[in-house]
């Protein structure tokens, strides 16, 4: 079945919020799912996570980022257009509950996976700290979102531009060593979620990443979302997308988060040096 746009808006100059007539999928998402859609019938299939869902007009919210032929293609289809095929809810939900003191990081597009999971916990009754951050002011998006589910919020830009200038990891740092937390939540680029692992590991806080790693077919077939945890192999579309941040193998991950970059290196490389054909 066929799902309608209903809302197309600019969130900034590669970002856009869509809302998308899905009634089935918005009746049963729960924060951290995600859909996996294509657009035409020649179309690829790409996992994006829903981020709200309205009840009411049966609609699903997609935050999307033009990092690529798909994204640019989705993000430029206009109100009353159709999207061909939507699977969903996928993935394995967030374990929601009364935490108590909770951290919620979101780097970048990162922001749109961790809002739901952060709107879901204030609701939980936790007492929300959030650290969010992006290259420049115009990518920290959601800003009055998570404004309204946190507790604290913390915001950071890596030029300065908006809030603090510098990484969510400096903030951590800091909150880490006056506060006892009980859990936090981390989504955004491989590096930066390593990089909160090992600022957690220490103390021994119980750290869920949700991780984004290149998907086929969404449905645990191909084999392509692998990672090792706990140094078992786990595919990220069924057993994931969240995992023990401290058993994740981030160095195989991000190498395979690459392999698209790299054939994509290489065939420039070749077109640079006049051979062509690769295309
Ligand atoms: C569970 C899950 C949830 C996601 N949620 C969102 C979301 O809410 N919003 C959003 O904008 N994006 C999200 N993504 C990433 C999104 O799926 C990719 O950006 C998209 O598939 C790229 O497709 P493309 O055809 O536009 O680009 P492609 O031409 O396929 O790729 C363009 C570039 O992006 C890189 N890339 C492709 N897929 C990924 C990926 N999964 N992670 C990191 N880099 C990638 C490629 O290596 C390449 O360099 C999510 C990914 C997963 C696995
Ligand atoms: S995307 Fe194919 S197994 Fe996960």
Redesign the pocket.
């Known amino acids: 079945m066929a799902h309608k746009i209903v809302k197309n808006v600019k969130l900034n100059s590669s970002?856009r919020r869509l809302e998308i007539h899905a009634e089935d999928i918005a009746n049963k998402a729960l924060p951290g799912q995600?859909i996996v859609l294509r657009i035409d019938e020649k179309g690829?299939r790409?996992?994006?996570?829903i981020?709200e869902t309205n009840l009411a007009e049966g609609t699903i919210v997609?935050?999307?980022?033009?990092?690529?032929?798909?994204?640019?293609k989705l993000c430029k289809l206009p109100v009353g257009s159709y999207i061909l095929d939507i699977i969903g809810p996928l993935?394995k939900s967030t374990e929601i509950k009364k935490y108590g003191k909770v951290i919620c990081i979101g780097g970048g597009?990162g922001i749109?996976?961790i809002y739901p999971v952060a709107k879901a916990l204030h609701a939980a009754g936790n007492n929300v700290f959030s650290i969010i951050g992006a290259r420049t002011e115009e990518f920290l998006i959601l800003k009055e979102q998570m404004r309204s589910v946190s507790k604290n919020l913390y915001l950071l830009t890596d030029d300065g531009s908006f809030g603090r200038k510098g990484f969510v990891s400096d903030v951590l740092g800091e909150i880490l060593k006056k506060n006892n937390f009980d859990i936090v939540f981390a989504v955004g680029p491989v590096p930066m979620m390593a990089v909160v692992a090992g600022q957690t590991k220490p103390y021994k806080l119980k750290t869920i990443v949700?991780?984004?790693?290149?998907?086929v077919d969404g449905t645990g077939m191909c084999g392509s979302?692998r990672v090792t945890v706990g140094g078992e192999i786990k595919f990220?579309?069924v057993d994931g997308?969240d995992f023990d941040a401290h058993k994740v193998d981030f160095k195989e991950l991000s190498s395979r988060?690459?392999r698209?970059?790299s054939a994509?290196k290489q065939c420039l490389l070749k077109i640079e040096k006049g051979n062509s054909n690769v295309l």
């Not at 997609?62 to 640019?72: D, F, M, N, Y």
């Open positions: 970002v995600f690829e790409i996992p994006l996570t981020c997609l935050i999307v980022q033009e990092v690529g032929a798909t994204t640019i993935g597009v749109a996976e949700s991780l984004n790693s290149i998907m979302c990220v579309c997308p988060s690459l698209f970059k994509e």
